[in-house]
Every structure is written in C-alpha cells, then in structure tokens.
C-alpha cells in the first residue's frame, strides 16, 4: 500500500503543477498537457487518484475542513465551536461553502472521467471501466446533493469534446441518470473478465473484488432510491426493491472504504483525522467539540459507543458521566452569546467533551464511503413504508443498529463492541413502529459520524433526528438550518450563462433554497 501511494504521488507530481489557478476555468482544467495517450497510459492511476482525492486529497484538504466539518459536522450539531467555524451560527462564508463544488470537478471528476474514456469498450478494462462508473456516481452524488443542479453529463470532457462551459443538470436528471449508472454497471460486472488489482484503494485487489464492487453498487442504489422518498416515493421503492434483489453489502467486512496510510504524508492520511487530531490538529487547539445534542443523546440512552468517540478536551477523560457537549450558537465574545452563559458550563472551555483522536482519528483511520450499517437502516425504513426488502423494519433495523456499534473495531481493535454490547442497547431502546422513521434516522445519524456530508444529506430527506436550530445574531438563514452549499462566485463569469439558468431553475444561491429532492 505504502509503495502504491508514493508511486501514485511521483506520478501526481507534474500533474498536480499544472492544477494551479482559477478553479472554475474549465478549460484548463479539463484540458490535461500532462496526459499521454490511451494507449500508453496506465488507467488503474485514475482510479487511485478518482479514489483518494474523493476522501479529500486536495491541497490543504480545504474542501473537508470547510463543509464536511465547519458546515455539515457543526450545522448537524454532532461539532460545536465557539469560535470562527461559521456552520456552528449558520453564517454565511462563500469561500467556505463553495470549497466542495471548487474542489471536486479539478481533483474528482476529472480522474474518473479520464478512468472512464481511457477504459471504455477496451475488454482487457471491463471491470475497470465499471468500477469508474460507480466511483462516478460517488463523486456526482455527493456534488449534486451539496448544491442541486450542477454540471453533469458535460463535465471532465474539455480535453476530450472540447466542452468547457458544461450545462447545468437538472438534479432529478442526475438522479435518474446516476441510478441507471449502478444498475448498467453492477450487471456488467464479470468475475471471468480483467482483474481490479491494487488500484482500487476500496477493495485492494481482494480476489472477490468484483462481487464486492457489485455489492457496493446495489447498496448505493439504495441510498440514491431513498433520497426520492420525499419527491418520487414511487420510483424511490422501485429503485430500493431492484437494490435490494441486487444484493446488498451484508456485513462489516464488506464496507466500502478507503485504507489510509499514516507514513505517506498530507498525501495518504485520512482527510478528517490530518485537520482534527493530525497535522494541524484542530481539536487540540480547542477548536472543534461535540455537541452537547450528540453527547446527550449517547449519554442519555447509555449508548456504549460513547467512551470510544468521546474524551474531556482537557483531561482525555473519557468516562461516559463525565463527558460534557457543548452546545451551539455560542461564542467566547464576552456578550450575551458567550459560553460562560450556557447552562451547566464547566468553568473551562477545555472541560468540553471533545472527539476521541486515539480511536477515531487515527491518521491510516479508514474513510467509509458505503457500510453495513447504512444499509440496514435505509432497509429498515424501506421496511416500515412496506416495500419489499426481505425482512420487517424491527429485524433491519436491528441489523443495522449492531452492525454500527461493532463497525467501531475497524476504527481501532480497542473499540471492540459485541453482539452482545447491542443486544442490551436494543433490549433497553426496543424499535418501536409507531417512532420508527425518527429511530431509524437518528441511528442513521450516529452511525455515519465522520461523513458529515451523508449525515447532513440524510436529515435533509428524512427530518431526523429532530434538531433545535440556534439563531446567532448575524446569521444569514433566519436562525434555520441550512439546505444546501453555495456555488462559487467565479461560476459567474466562467460558466455565466449556464449558471444563470440553474438559479432560474433552483432558486437563489443561497443556504435556504431546496435541492429538487428535499420537500418541505
């Protein structure tokens, strides 16, 4: 792993020279002088790249600090901070909430689309080719569910079609698109064509790749389907049944994830785990906290996965009755809004629970893309709304309970929790049908802490958990919740006309205009 990593950054290096600039000038962008032909390049590079920067491999990581912690973390009030992290007030900062859309066109789409064009209806690539489409459907699906519509079928192909002021999708064509992407690309898959190998930092040349790949593809399905609930419950059960008769991920050890490498650098370590505990060391600089929303409710339902995410900031206590969130909408101003005020405040800032860095920010932590426990739970309100996925909302919803509380060992050993450890938990904290829908999405919550982006996502289309929004002075959404990101303002002039349609479409660029899939 370690050698694959630095031989992808030698290659890397001359690329990464020339992705300097105007972050929205698609013609550079698209253009790659640095790119040999098709007949000489070695495609498995694509996928490496595609892969790694999706877990947020750009320069400084900006666009994870930016929206995947500073927004989303803080606005799903799992971070808190009292200090210039602007998604803890809901303030509006445009470079921060166009960080993602800057970042994921240069140093995401681009490599896939190079996989894809490179490997396309080449047979010793078949595998190959698929596995781009699914890692573009990752990409796309998590542009278009930050900011609605977005460059889609025209994007990444400067080079190739001379396209370098793409279109903005609508999103439901997007959505519509991306779900005929995983299922063309799961039936592809075929165990007696070319091997995935090594390039494939999810599955690492595990001799089942391709079933694994296959298994991935459905499980995304379902997410995808799921997000319709509120605008297409139709086409969402049509689309959660084909997942589900796919074939799923069914257990731990088939989770889709990046492996990290603590010895490569800012290059190879875990994007979250460099900003907060690593390199830069966010948390130890009194940064970043849990919420007092997200301890709460662990320590209040004697969740047992508290000791392992959770330590006093100043002691490294992690006994669970000692921990203490601290909520948002404060600051350290000396005003009414300053953290002395809030209830049961500790006396000390730094007396504040804070994220537990020796298991879960680990600089070679994985990145989880897809899980197990995901998975259950989104069958488990497949289940309650009746759909056919097998098993009722109760048996998924266990499932996926107990698969996330054991999913904590692949963070670390130390953090092992049993089947047993859940069983007690489900045996005090029964599923109950008539709660099921906030029962379900709250464990959906907790079990995806890290990707803030799915866990901002997810309460956007479901409502849940139930979250008490904070009303800063200053704050540029009337004290609500933000529903989306910003595009950047250089999109203006570079993609102008296009732009403009979007925001016809959409409505203005601003945190409270709804992406198509997100209903009041």
């Known amino acids: 792993m370690k050698h694959l990593y630095r031989t992808a950054l030698l290659i890397a290096l001359p690329v990464a020279l020339l992705l300097t600039g105007c972050t929205k000038d698609f013609e550079s962008i698209n253009t790659d002088t ?15 790249r595609a892969q790694l920067e999706f877990t947020g491999n750009s320069d400084f990581s900006y666009e994870t600090w ?11 009030q799992q971070l808190a901070n009292t200090g210039w992290y602007a998604g803890d007030k809901y303030i509006q900062n445009d470079a921060f909430a166009s960080a993602y859309f800057d970042v994921a066109y240069r140093d995401q789409v681009k490599y896939v689309m190079d996989l894809l064009e490179i490997t396309k209806d080449k047979p010793l690539y078949a595998n190959l080719y698929q596995v781009g489409r699914i890692v573009r459907v990752l990409i796309f699906h998590r542009i278009t569910d930050l900011y609605g519509d977005i460059p889609y079928s025209e994007a990444g192909l400067g080079y190739y079609r001379r396209v370098f002021t793409p279109k903005y ?10 779900l005929k992407e995983l299922d063309e690309a799961a039936k592809a898959l075929d165990d007696s064509k070319d091997k995935i190998g090594t390039s494939d930092l999810v599955f690492r040349g595990a001799t089942n790749a391709v079933t694994l790949w296959k298994k991935t593809a459905y499980s995304l399905m379902l997410r995808l389907a799921m997000r319709l609930t509120k605008v297409d419950a139709p086409t969402a059960k049509t689309w959660a049944e084909k997942a589900y008769a796919g074939g799923l991920i069914s257990s731990n050890a088939e989770n889709a994830y990046v492996a990290h490498d603590a010895a490569g650098g800012r290059t190879t370590v875990n994007r979250n785990s460099n900003i907060l505990s690593g390199e830069w060391n966010a948390t130890g600089k009194g940064e970043v906290f849990l919420s007092k929303t997200f301890i709460d409710f662990l320590k209040n339902n004697n969740d047992p996965r508290l000791p392992f995410m959770a330590q006093i900031h100043s002691s490294g206590n992690t006994t669970p009755a000692q921990q203490v969130g601290m909520p948002n909408g404060y600051d350290q101003n000396g005003g009414a809004t300053d953290i002395t005020h809030a209830a049961n405040y500790p006396a000390d800032v730094n007396n504040y629970s804070t994220i537990r860095s020796s298991v879960m920010l680990k600089l070679a932590a994985p990145t989880f893309l897809v899980t197990y426990a995901q998975v259950e739970l989104l069958l ?5 709304r009746g759909w056919s996925v097998g098993e009722s909302a109760a048996a998924h919803y266990k499932k996926g309970v107990t698969a996330a509380m054991t999913q904590l060992a692949q963070f670390d050993a130390g953090a092992t929790l049993s089947e047993s450890d859940a069983d007690n938990y489900l045996l005090a904290h029964p599923y109950a049908d008539a709660t099921g829908f906030q029962q379900i999405n709250t464990q959906y919550w907790v079990a995806s802490f890290l990707d803030w982006y799915e866990v901002w996502s997810n309460w956007r289309r479901s409502d849940y958990p139930t979250l008490v929004p904070v009303n ?5 959404t009337g004290g609500k919740i933000p529903r989306r990101m910003l595009y950047p303002a250089s999109e203006a002039s570079a993609n102008g006309t296009n732009l403009q349609q979007a925001l016809s479409r959409q409505g203005d660029n601003v945190f409270m205009t709804r992406v198509w899939w997100d209903k009041p």
């Open 34 to 48: 640095n790119k040999s032909s098709a007949d000489t390049y070695v495609p498995g590079y694509n996928l490496t």
């Open 66 to 76: 930016r929206v995947n912690i500073i927004y989303a973390g803080m606005m799903m």
């Open 169 to 178: 999708d609508t999103q439901s064509s997007i959505y519509a698109d991306m």
């Open 380 to 384: 488990a309100e497949a289940a309650k």
């Open 472 to 476: 800063y002075v200053g704050n540029a």
